[in-house]
Structures are given as C-alpha cells and as structure tokens.
C-alpha cells in the first residue's frame, strides 16, 4: 500500500518524470533552485547552477525540472542572495541549515493490513523522546522496545515533537521545519517501519507537534514571507504566528496540511498539539476548529483518529461531543489540573502554579476526578486573579488525560527530578492507583514504570551566542524560587546546551535488573490489566455529569462515577499519614487497595481502593 498526501507547496515527485518544486514568497522578487546530487556534502561546489522558478499570482513561485529526482538535494535561493531550506521539506540530512531533500512517499511500501486504529476509550498512553530512551537514540532502537510497551499494557505511544531543530538534541519544541523529522533520529522511512511495527502490535502512534511558534534558531521564513507573523498579536516566542491577518489562508493551509500529512503520509494514529493557549486567532473559525473540522471529515471518516489538547486556558469547548456522544472537534486534553492538585498532595510544594491547589488540594483532586477541571472560571492567584477555565463537568471522563509526570512536569524542575526522588513508596503507590485506575485515559513518562533514577533534563544544541542566552534564561527562571535565593544554588543548574546534560537524560535500561524497579514494573503491569479488564469495558456506560466527590476530613477522598445502568465505580482514599475513620462502609466488588486494611471502617494512611457495583449486585 501507498501512503502520498499531496500539498500546494514543497517539493513532489511528477507523475510522470522530474519533480515539482512550489514556495511561497510573497516579499521575493525572484526564485531560483539549486540542485545537487550529492548525498552527503552540502558545499557550494557541488550545486548546479540556479534555475529559475516561475512567478505566479498572490506570491507563489513553480518550477517542474526533470533535473531532479529522489534523492536530490536542494536549496531555494531568493533574490540572488539567501540560501534556504525548503519550508515544506520532507528530510534535511544536513540538518535545518542545509539542503533538503527530494523524497518519494510512495517508495515505501505500507504492509500492515487493514489498520484502523484503536477506541480512545482503550487508551494507554505512553510518552516518551526518542532521543532519549534509548542508548543508540533512534526510531530503529525505538522500534526494537516495542514489545516492551505491549507486554507493559501501553496501547498507544506519544513521540514528543519530531520537526527537524537545530543542532543535534532538543526536546523538539524548537523545530523549525514542521514536515521533516528530525534526521539524528532516522531517514523517514525509519518512522514509517516504527509505525508500521507498533500497528502490527496493536498498538496507536500520536506525535506530538507545534503550530504555536517557531524555534529561534534555523527559521527562514522571514527572509521571504514574513506574512506567516504578526505583530497583532503576542506570544512567550515573540510575534504570533499569523493565523488571521492579511494573507493568512497561506499560513492556515501550511500547518493543516502538516496535520494531514502525519497522519496520512505517515499514518499515526492521532496528534497532541502543544500549548494552544498560545494560538492567537480572532477570526471565524478560527484555526483550531477549521483543523479538526478538516480532519474530521477527511482522514478522520475513515479510522479512529485522535486530537488531543495542550491547552491552560482549561476551553471546554473544544472538548464537546456530539449528541450520539462521538468527538466534535477534539477527543482529549492533558489535565494539568490534576496532576497539579497531586503533585501539591504528593510533595506540599507551593512554589508557582502549584499555589493555586495548596488550599485545598484533596478537592481539587476530587474536582478533577468527578468534573474534568479543577478551574472551570474561578480566579487564578497564579495568573494575578483573572477567571481560568470552562464548565466542564458534562464532559465524559475520555476527554481529560491524567498523568502522574510528563516531559514538562519533570524537565521544568530545576535539576529534572521525577516524582519518585521527591516522595517514598509509600506515598507514591495511592497516587498510581488513582492515575491508572481512573476512567479517564492515563499517561505514562517514559521510564517511570520501574521508576527510573535517571532524570529528564531541558536539554539543546543551539550555537554559541543563542547558547549562552538559554543558559543565562534557564536560571533566571527559577529565581524567584525560595530553594535558588543562593545563587550558588542557582548555579547547579545543569547547562541546557552541554552534551552531558543530554547524555544524564537517558534511560538507564541495566537499572531494570535491580529488584526495587522491578517491583515497580510488576505493579504498573499489574494495575494496566486491571484497567484493560476491569476498567475499560465500564467507560463506554459512564454516565456524563453524573458524578460526585467528597472529602472525608481533609485529607480522604470518595469519589463516584454512576453507570448508566445502574451501580458505579468508586474511588474510597486518604491522602495523608494519619489514619481516618470512615461510618461508610465501600459497596460493591473490590478491584484493588493499596494495601489491607485491619478494620473496613478505617482508611489507613496513604491509601486508596477501588470498588465496582455492577447493577443488582
């Protein structure tokens, strides 16, 4: 089988001989490409002479040459003077910097069936970096860890960005070039085996993409369409990306067209995208929804495909279902709510945003259990007391992720500590088994299964003088910090842009062969086929709107999920070291606890059970 998605830019492979080069450059006078057929030297020597490409209307330029072909190397000259990387490129062998390169989709030869993906409700999400997880860094070693992830009872695996950056390692936030996966990493034909393997496993692919701003190094744009920005609006990056001024429709069609790529030149299975709080359009519709209204009704008619949120502005809207309760628009966000709410359970930190769950963090908790969001518009102290969020209660469990740890919530610690170095055992295990037990989909940071030492660094290649800014930036960040007020503490903070503080990210995979991973491992093995049997045939009967949580004390929690047919699934813990007495004795088929109890009537400390009530039962 051929997997093709065809663009209006970029370069494609003629249905007869040669290939079609298309840019749009509205500032440039004129166009040329500079073609070489070398495989691995990019000099100057090496590229043929310019050949001009034709102007057409509304800044676009063409050309259809037999002088290239798969394989060939090229650049975009504009104006005589810039050499650039191709915007739409499919592959960069020589990195962001150098040429692009032509590649025919349909030489690779899809072998994995009638795959049609996977129901969101049978979702077990693991994410992770390639560059990290393993020793050699790659989508082939990826590829050989995938029995790994079945027999651990992952059904999906989330890939953090792939579009190429620059230099050598990044967390992949920095891309630069949205269709070309980053070449330290594999030849795009390496990903296509990885995703074909792990559909032939059962198992989803979801990447992970930015379309809220470009990285600072390596971004060309500028030089020949600085219509894709506008100073109308405002991001963390600098001027926004512009996806409702003038000239606009170009840059809308860029990055839809980047979505429906992934997912149909590449076939993954859903996609999870970044920080789109930061996504400023005031138009009808604005971007967020023409993209899912487009996939939706295009690649989306005909598998299951899954969108998923990162978004702080906790916006139902985006998350509502259709009468017969199928996806509208998106099918999920990362709940920060709640892994907020437990990290400030877990730890008691009340550094930064975690100060708007410390007063009650056990209700919070409870909040996002039973109604999606802790913040549904009640004021943030965090964000200077202005209303954060949307009702959400009438959503279904499915569209809020859950999540103990993240690449966030670990990389942004300063020295990248996972929960397990902050807090024992003891406390961690009730934790796990609200997270992987909860109806709503878990997720999983790579390596925290068997409780990796290892940390998760913020980590990046960029050159000298943009190097020497993020390592100045990184460490301001944390000084309004209670623990980096000495500034030799400030001054532990690994260099983002040192080799080593990539290499210290790794997953130490020998680590497994120590009993006390091990038993993390069994129990995360354990808890997932719990979920797969226990869990996951209930959800599809969970009643919207309809469930409830109370605290018992300050510190106990019950929570209620009604079944459409009667009985319900509960969650009874205490989420402190005292022990609380409980009159309400749990009804119904115990799933799993923590540990035993002594007295059914006492909720010991750091403890959390669960209990199905099947109807007439």
């Known amino acids: 089988m051929k997997r093709l998605h065809s663009m209006p830019f970029g370069a494609q492979c003629a249905s007869g001989r040669g290939v079609r080069f298309r840019l749009w450059a509205p500032r440039a006078e004129q166009v040329e ?15 043929r002479a310019a050949i001009a490409m034709h102007r057409m209307e509304q800044g ?14 090229y650049l975009f000259q504009i104006d005589g003077r810039a050499k650039v990387p191709d915007p739409a490129s499919r592959f960069q062998p020589q990195d962001v910097h150098g040429p692009s390169e032509v590649v ?21 999400i693991y994410e992770l970096h390639t560059g990290t997880f393993t020793p050699e860094g790659t989508f082939a070693a990826l590829e050989r860890k995938l029995d790994y992830l079945v027999a651990l009872g992952v059904t999906a695996v989330e890939l953090m960005p792939l579009a190429d950056f620059p230099g050598a390692r990044n967390w992949g936030y920095d891309g630069v070039l949205p269709f070309a996966p980053h070449s330290g990493y594999g030849r795009p034909d390496d990903l296509k085996r990885l995703i074909q393997s792990a559909h032939a496993r059962g198992m989803m692919m979801i990447l992970d993409v930015v379309y809220n701003h470009f990285g600072p190094e390596g971004n060309y744009l500028r030089e020949y369409s600085p219509q894709f920005f506008t100073a109308r609006h405002a991001t963390p990056w600098g001027e926004a990306i512009n996806f409702d001024g003038p000239d606009s429709r170009v840059v809308r069609d860029f990055f839809i067209h980047n979505a429906l790529y992934w997912l149909t030149e590449y076939h993954f299975d859903g996609l999870r995208f970044d920080a789109v709080h930061a996504i400023v359009d005031d138009s009808t519709p604005d971007i967020l929804t023409e993209l899912s209204e487009t996939v939706r009704r295009t690649v989306g008619a005909e598998r299951h495909v899954h969108l998923i949120l990162e978004n702080d502005s906790n916006a ?27 990290q400030v359970v877990l730890t008691g930190e009340r550094d930064g945003y975690y100060a708007d769950y410390a007063d009650a963090p056990v209700a919070h908790l409870g909040r996002c259990l039973a109604e999606g969001f802790a913040y549904q518009g009640q004021p943030s102290a965090f964000r200077d007391g202005k209303p954060r969020g949307e009702p959400s209660r009438d959503l279904p469990p499915a569209a809020f992720i859950s999540f103990l740890q993240n690449h966030d919530q670990v990389g942004n610690r300063a020295f990248g500590e996972r929960i397990g170095k902050l807090v024992d055992s003891q ?23 068997f409780g990796a030492d290892t940390p998760f660094l913020f980590f990046c290649d960029f050159g000298p003088e943009l190097a020497a800014a993020v390592t100045q930036g990184r460490r301001r960040e944390f000084e309004r910090f209670s623990q980096f007020r000495d500034p030799g503490e400030l001054s532990r903070i690994p260099d983002p842009n040192a ?4 290499a210290r990210s790794k997953i130490d995979w020998d680590s497994l062969g120590r009993s006390e991973h091990q038993d993390w491992l069994e129990r995360y093995r354990q808890l997932l086929e719990i979920r797969r049997r226990e869990i996951v045939p209930l959800l599809d009967d969970i009643a919207n709107g309809q469930a409830t949580f109370e605290l018992i004390g300050q510190r106990g929690l019950r929570v209620r999920w009604n079944l459409a047919g009667g009985g319900g699934l509960s969650l009874l813990a205490n989420l402190s070291a005292d022990v609380i007495f409980d009159t309400r004795k749990p009804q119904g088929r115990l799933l799993y606890a923590s540990h035993s109890t002594q007295n059914g009537q006492d909720l010991p400390a750091w403890f959390a059970a669960w209990h199905l009530k099947e109807n007439g039962i």
Request: hydrophobic letters at 40%; zero cysteines; charged letters at 25%.
């Open 33 to 47: 490409v500079r073609l070489s057929d070398q495989t691995s030297d990019s000099s100057p020597e090496h590229f």
């Open 104 to 124: 025919d989709p349909a030489a690779f030869d899809w072998q994995e069936g009638n795959w049609k993906g996977r129901p969101w409700r049978e979702a077990v």
């Open 60 to 73: 676009w330029f063409e050309l259809v040459t037999d002088e290239a072909k798969v394989g060939s190397q």
């Open 316 to 342: 139902a809207r985006h998350l509502q279902r259709n009468r017969d309760g199928s996806v509208a628009h998106y099918t999920a966000q990362w709940n920060d709510d709640f892994h907020h709410a437990l």
């Open 499 to 502: 080799e080593s503080t990539f």
């Open 427 to 449: 406390i961690l295990h009730p934790a796990l088994t609200i997270v992987l037990l909860s109806p709503s989909p878990p997720l999983l940071f790579m390596g925290e299964e």
